[in-house]
């Protein structure tokens, strides 16, 4: 059984590239674990990746198995890989692999992840890791580790984001409906970039989550698979070092929940301000080529009005509306005139 008290560092590479590159990593994870032994480890590669393109690389499939037995036999690290399909669970759980993943692109197909769950069952895995899937839906999350747990596995949930945004809404309904599992934080899928994941392992530290799935790679730039968001080993047990809480601390992160959830809203706010204007700016070059004056009274009013309907019924008073109508309106006709 996973334990939600209990801080688990999931660190690894996106994928198995080579058996050179799979040890080398692991050496340095198991390095950490010894100067920082008071969390549980566990080992990840990717050896078949659902990507993108069929143009990029795969996966190296199943012949990185045997890389991640050595793991375990000279590194003594459980290890866990992503599996898709049933057929890839026979083949994982065959070798010996400890966890299997289940990651956010088949998370978002029920169908799949029953199959996955069938699959698990009656086998000797140690657990399964549920990511979030692609698409913000809670509920679908919930119900593909409901899933896993009615064929008999122990279940984390693992919290990626959905394009690049965290979502932490739905990481919070998970946590509401489940505390009872551990909740990790993903924060090389869940921002795409390096340069975020310290910050996003200490707020999932204040958040109550019971620790990080990051992707360690020992040359992060030679990465054949997400190689922008990835760290060295070393890096890791920098984390380690001023990170992760050695127990995990729930019931009294609310306040940092509600801002968490804000601070998402402010920047979608922004950015769609951002996007609003860029489409005005398109609109001022079609004006200014046929003489047409940035400003029509007809065409604020029309807006304006709208918004103050919409307004009423979600509680924002009439002047609130007006103001902040008037401050973007002012704006977009600055960019247009
Ligand atoms: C991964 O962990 O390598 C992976 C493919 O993640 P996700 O499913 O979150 O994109
Ligand atoms: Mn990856």
Redesign the pocket.
């Known amino acids: 059984m996973f334990k939600p008290t209990l801080p688990y560092i999931i660190a690894g590479p996106?994928?198995a590239e080579s058996e050179e590159q799979v040890l080398a990593t692991a050496q340095g994870i198991a390095q950490c674990q010894a100067h920082y032994p008071n969390y549980t480890y566990i080992y990840?590669a990717?050896i078949w990746?659902?990507r993108s393109s069929p143009n990029t690389f795969q996966g190296i499939g199943a012949e990185g198995l045997t890389w991640l037995q050595q793991v375990q036999q000279t590194y003594h690290l459980p290890v866990a890989t992503?599996v898709a399909t049933p057929e890839q669970v026979k083949q994982a759980t065959e070798a010996g692999i400890d966890y299997l993943?289940?990651?956010?692109?088949?998370?978002a197909n029920p169908i799949a992840v029953q199959a996955i769950a069938d699959a698990v069952d009656g086998t000797k895995i140690k657990g399964v890791m549920v990511?979030?899937p692609?698409n913000e839906d809670a509920a679908l999350w919930l119900g593909n580790i409901a899933r896993l747990e009615q064929a008999g596995v122990a279940v984390m949930a693992?919290h990626?984001g959905c394009n690049h945004r965290p979502c932490w809404a739905m990481a919070y309904q998970l946590l509401q409906a489940r505390p009872d599992i551990p909740i990790l934080i993903?924060p090389?899928?869940l921002s795409g970039k390096a340069s975020a994941i310290a910050q996003l392992c200490t707020q999932a530290n204040r958040l109550g989550y019971s620790g990080w799935?990051v992707?360690t790679h020992i040359a992060p730039q030679e990465a054949l698979?997400?190689a922008q968001q990835q760290i060295t080993p070393e890096e890791l047990e920098g984390l380690v070092n001023r990170g992760v809480g050695e127990s995990v601390n729930r019931g009294s992160e609310e306040l940092d929940w509600q801002r968490a959830m804000i601070d998402e809203v402010d920047d979608d706010l922004w950015q769609h301000l951002a996007k609003r204007m860029e489409i005005s700016k398109r609109i001022g070059a079609w004006k200014k080529e046929r003489q047409i004056p940035a400003l029509q009274p007809f065409r604020y009013q029309e807006i304006l009005e709208k918004r103050i309907a919409w307004g009423s019924e979600h509680g924002l008073d009439k002047e609130t509306v007006e103001q902040i109508m008037e401050a973007i309106h002012k704006q977009s006709v600055r960019i247009q005139s």
Do not use: Y
């Open positions: 996106c994928a990840r990717g990746k659902p992503e993943w289940i990651g956010a692109r088949t998370s990511k979030n692609v693992i990626r993903d090389s899928h799935m992707e698979s997400d």
